[in-house]
């Protein structure tokens, strides 16, 4: 696993795409950023690309940004075309902190006609671009943390804490309704993607003038999910996984943990290679690890 810190301007695919000519045959990414976008992105490399849904599901991530008043664009950012302008002279510095604060409030909202998500395995975006009709999807979010940072009128800048899978320039968007003038998103800034910050990324361009430095970059497996325990097996333990099969829960491994289902925990062999993602289940009435993902090769 590799923390880089995408800069504003290409796309995540172009990203990965700059590190796969570095001679990376199996590579991903846990999280696309816009084009516009800046900040943490997870580049899966090899056996890490099993581990895109973990870092995706149940992570929150951080994002700063800044929005401007006054105008609408076709893709809530401000590289789309604009569609609409309006005064916003009328809005106040307590306006805007009132209306960020609205936003914890949110649990759903309209995936924007510009983006990733697919309609019968299209992008939606590719969709827009054609001048088709976009689906309205709407998808389930939780803002847990909304700030005003500044505001220097018409521009705003403030930071939020969400679900994975928030739209931050429809949160501008709907700011922007609600105070009657509209908005749009000027920058964004990644800060965090569960379990990685700023401070662990590594800036694209040096890693592609010094592809040497790679292999001191990259995070091993086995820290790659920190909150997740790490249980060592025996070598007939790990013999078992590779085929497959249940691994008897103890709790003395995991710090005396009482039996619970859907404990997850990442096993490793003897030697500590990663060797799969396991969770806790009941198999024939027993406390058991079953295997969920196998990372052995």
């Known amino acids: 696993m590799l923390v880089v810190y995408k800069p504003k301007g290409p796309s995540s695919g172009a990203c990965i795409g700059s590190i796969k000519r570095l001679g990376q045959k199996k590579i991903g990414h846990a999280g696309t950023l816009d084009p516009m976008a800046q900040g943490?992105?997870?580049?899966?490399?090899?056996q890490g690309t099993k581990l895109s849904g973990h870092l995706m599901s149940g992570g929150e991530k951080v994002y700063s940004g800044t929005l401007k008043l006054g105008e609408t664009t076709d893709t809530l950012d401000a590289e789309g075309t604009v569609v609409s302008t309006a005064p916003w002279n009328h809005v106040t510095e307590a306006d805007i902190r009132r209306e960020v604060q609205a936003w914890l409030h949110l649990s759903e909202q309209e995936v924007?006609?510009?983006?990733?998500?697919?309609?019968?395995?299209?992008?939606?975006?590719?969709?827009?671009?054609?001048?088709?009709?976009?689906?309205?999807?709407?998808?389930?979010?939780?803002?847990?943390?909304?700030?005003?940072?500044?505001?220097?009128?018409?521009?705003?800048?403030?930071?939020?804490?969400?679900?994975?899978?928030?739209?931050?320039?429809?949160?501008?968007?709907?700011?922007?309704?609600?105070?009657?003038?509209?908005?749009?998103?000027?920058?964004?800034?990644?800060?965090?993607?569960h379990p990685f910050s700023l401070d662990q990324a590594y800036a694209l361009d040096e890693i592609v003038a010094a592809p040497h430095t790679l292999p001191e970059r990259v995070i091993p497996l086995e820290k790659a999910l920190p909150q997740w325990p790490k249980i060592v097996l025996d070598a007939a333990e790990a013999r078992n996984v590779q085929n497959g099969l249940t691994v008897p829960y103890c709790p003395e491994r995991i710090a005396n943990m009482p039996f619970s289902e859907g404990i997850c925990a990442m096993l490793l062999g003897p030697d500590r290679t990663p060797l799969a993602l396991a969770e806790t289940q009941l198999v024939q009435n027993r406390p058991a690890w079953t295997i969920v993902r196998g990372l052995w090769r």
Not at 40 to 46: D, F, N, P
Not at 115 to 132: E, I, V
Not at 163 to 171: P, V, W
């Open 112 to 193: 924007p006609s510009y983006s990733a998500a697919k309609h019968n395995g299209q992008p939606l975006y590719k969709l827009a671009r054609k001048g088709d009709e976009t689906p309205v999807k709407i998808k389930t979010v939780q803002i847990s943390q909304a700030e005003v940072l500044s505001c220097e009128l018409p521009y705003v800048r403030f930071r939020v804490r969400c679900s994975t899978g928030t739209y931050i320039r429809s949160l501008a968007h709907s700011l922007g309704e609600r105070l009657q003038c509209g908005a749009v998103l000027t920058e964004l800034i990644r800060e965090y993607s």
């Open 40 to 46: 943490v992105l997870i580049v899966l490399l090899g």
